[in-house]
Every structure is written in structure tokens, then in C-alpha cells.
């Protein structure tokens, strides 16, 4: 099970035209492109497209609104007294830790023991709160979406991501199986027009690489 992006269409019919007359041949294989430069440009905008995914991401994850204003629905009450004990057990130990080392830290400027702990309770507790994050459970998914490396102009991207930037048909999104039906819920990307902005933006990095790799060539 796969969620997709929808960016081909719009990328392969006009953006590409506008990036190097020989480029859209290179991609699909119809013009020899023994430079790689279609592998340069599909690289360099799926690092970006998802650099942008995932920032935005974030921004929501955190209960907040991306770049376009948009938010995601809250968690319900239920969901976040389930998180909050998972993240109560997975932080016990650290609580302990830094308890220690601060009720030792105040004790030895002169501190009753008493007072001590109590401070030092409170920075420990604060050390570990964190706000639940709405999309993030395992960490799956999350991970899926964050942009991978560019090395020598080729992508490379993370477990379950989706970065097929070859061909005429391109796929930008994530196989993690319950990101479907999250997306129903709480869309990972916005609509198109929207979305035209980071394809702007991924289509105008690729063109830079291009640029820079070009010049580079002896």
C-alpha cells in the first residue's frame, strides 16, 4: 500500500519545458543524457519536495499551521492520555537521571536536601514534557517523509519512501501502510495549488544543480 503525491502531471506537461529544452528527453529516456543530468534534476527536486513535506510536516505534527495556514484536526482526549503514558515510560529513566544530578548539583551550593529536590524535581519534569505529537507514534511515518541524501547528484531516500523521479510517470510519497488512511484525516500535503509552490520550488533546485553541475564539468 502506497500514498502518492500528485505531481507528475503538471511537472512532466509544462514545468519541465521551462527548465532546459533537452531535459524532459533526457527524464524519459528519448534524448541520450550521458552527462546524468536527468538523474541531477529528478534528485535534487525530490530532496527538496520532501524537504518541504516534512517541514511542514512538523509545523503540524506540533499542533500548528504550515506555511498556508493549514492545521491539522487535534487529537482526541483519548489518544493523547495513551501517548502520554508511552512517553511517561519511555522518559522514566531519564526523569530518575536527572533528578539525581540536579538534587546533587543544588545540594552541594549549600541547599537543604529538601529544597533541593523539590527543585530539582520540577527541572526534571520539564526536561521530559514534551506536547504529544499528532502523527508521530512510532515514528514510521515521519521518518518515510523526511528528505533523503544527495551525493554525486543521486538520491537516496529513507525506508519506505516513495522517489521514483525517472521515467514520464513520477512518484513522490510514502509505503508506510497506515499513512493512507492518516492522510484522509489530516492531508500530508496540501491541494494543488499549493502544492504548485513546492513544485516551484523543487523544479527551481533541480535547475540550480543542473547549473552547478554543469559548471563543474570540465
Same mark, same amino acid.
Given at each position: 500500500?502506497?500514498?502518492?503525491?500528485?505531481?507528475?502531471?503538471?511537472?512532466?506537461?509544462?514545468?519541465?519545458?521551462?527548465?532546459?529544452?533537452?531535459?524532459p528527453g533526457r527524464i524519459?529516456?528519448?534524448?541520450?543524457?550521458?552527462?546524468?543530468?536527468?538523474?541531477?534534476?529528478?534528485?535534487?527536486? $525530490?530532496? =527538496? &519536495?520532501?524537504?518541504? *513535506?516534512?517541514?511542514?510536516?512538523?509545523?503540524? %505534527? !506540533?499542533? #500548528?499551521?504550515?506555511?498556508?495556514?493549514?492545521?491539522?484536526?487535534?487529537?482526541?482526549?483519548?489518544?493523547?492520555?495513551?501517548?502520554?503514558?508511552?512517553?511517561?515510560?519511555?522518559? $522514566?529513566? =531519564? &526523569?530518575?537521571?536527572? *533528578?539525581?544530578?540536579?538534587?546533587?548539583?543544588? %545540594? !552541594?551550593? #549549600?541547599?537543604?536536601?529538601?529544597?533541593?529536590?523539590?527543585?530539582?524535581?520540577?527541572?526534571?519534569?520539564?526536561?521530559?514534557?514534551?506536547?504529544?505529537?499528532?502523527?508521530?507514534?512510532?515514528?514510521?511515518?515521519?521518518?518515510? *517523509?523526511?528528505?533523503?541524501?544527495?551525493?554525486?547528484? !543521486?538520491?537516496?531516500?529513507?525506508?519506505?519512501?516513495i522517489a521514483d523521479t525517472?521515467?514520464?510517470?513520477?512518484?513522490?510519497?510514502?509505503?508506510?501502510?497506515?499513512?493512507?488512511?492518516?492522510?484522509?484525516?489530516?492531508?500530508?500535503?496540501?491541494?494543488?495549488?499549493?502544492?504548485?509552490?513546492?513544485?516551484?520550488?523543487?523544479?527551481?533546485?533541480?535547475?540550480?544543480?543542473?547549473v552547478q553541475r554543469f559548471?563543474?564539468?570540465?
Amino acid at each position: 500500500m502506497t500514498t502518492v503525491v500528485p505531481v507528475n502531471s503538471n511537472l512532466n506537461r509544462d514545468v519541465l519545458l521551462q527548465v532546459l529544452r533537452t531535459l524532459p528527453g533526457r527524464i524519459v529516456g528519448t534524448t541520450p543524457d550521458p552527462e546524468g543530468f536527468a538523474a541531477v534534476f529528478g534528485g535534487t527536486f $525530490a530532496h =527538496k &519536495f520532501f524537504t518541504e *513535506l516534512h517541514r511542514n510536516f512538523m509545523l503540524r %505534527s !506540533r499542533g #500548528g499551521s504550515d506555511e498556508f495556514g493549514r492545521s491539522w484536526k487535534p487529537l482526541s482526549p483519548a489518544t493523547i492520555r495513551r501517548k502520554q503514558h508511552s512517553l511517561s515510560q519511555k522518559n $522514566a529513566a =531519564k &526523569f530518575k537521571a536527572i *533528578l539525581k544530578q540536579k538534587t546533587a548539583a543544588f %545540594s !552541594r551550593t #549549600g541547599m537543604p536536601v529538601a529544597q533541593a529536590r523539590v527543585k530539582a524535581t520540577r527541572l526534571a519534569y520539564a526536561a521530559i514534557t514534551q506536547t504529544v505529537p499528532i502523527g508521530i507514534d512510532t515514528g514510521e511515518m515521519e521518518k518515510s *517523509l523526511r528528505p533523503g541524501r544527495v551525493v554525486g547528484g !543521486r538520491y537516496t531516500a529513507p525506508d519506505k519512501q516513495i522517489a521514483d523521479t525517472h521515467g514520464k510517470d513520477w512518484k513522490i510519497g510514502t509505503r508506510v501502510a497506515h499513512a493512507k488512511y492518516f492522510h484522509r484525516k489530516r492531508p500530508l500535503w496540501p491541494p494543488a495549488k499549493q502544492r504548485a509552490v513546492w513544485i516551484k520550488r523543487s523544479v527551481k533546485a533541480g535547475r540550480d544543480a543542473i547549473v552547478q553541475r554543469f559548471r563543474q564539468s570540465p
